[in-house]
């Protein structure tokens, strides 16, 4: 899983840092063509760990009961969950992956 935490740096200030947001980022399927999809959840309020695990507690991801293996896409006021599909786990990076993550969550089409 990855995580990645959005802070506020008043001033670029580190002392008075605070997390207002945060996205997770889980492998549900991987191909042997390399390609995988990650369940993607953005939580817009706190408390930010956990992001994945409240998603799962809605619904919003599916389990084996050993992994998530899937996502349900939608927003509520407290988190965004999507499914990036067709990710090349070695010719992408992590950058290209949040790149996806972002536009499964719908946020390229706020602007």
């Known amino acids: 899983?990855?995580?990645?935490?959005?802070?506020?740096?008043?001033?670029?200030?580190?002392q008075r840092v605070r997390t207002i947001g945060i996205m997770e980022i889980a492998n549900v399927v991987t191909r042997p063509d390399g390609t995988a999809d990650y369940a993607v959840a953005m939580k817009k309020t706190p408390p930010f760990s956990g992001a994945l695990r409240d998603a799962w507690r809605?619904?919003?991801?599916?389990?084996?009961?050993?992994?998530?293996?899937?996502?349900?896409?939608?927003?509520?006021?407290?988190?965004?969950?999507?499914l990036a599909e067709g990710h090349h786990r070695t010719r992408r990076g992590v950058y290209d992956l949040l790149f996806r993550a972002m536009k499964a969550c719908g946020l390229e089409a706020r602007q």
Do not use: H
Not at 1 to 14: H, Q, S, W, Y
Not at 58 to 66: E, F, I, L, P, Y
């Open 58 to 82: 809605k619904g919003r991801v599916t389990s084996n009961d050993a992994a998530i293996n899937g996502a349900l896409s939608g927003e509520d006021e407290e988190m965004i969950v999507g």
């Open 1 to 14: 899983m990855i995580r990645v935490t959005f802070d506020l740096l008043p001033g670029g200030n580190e």
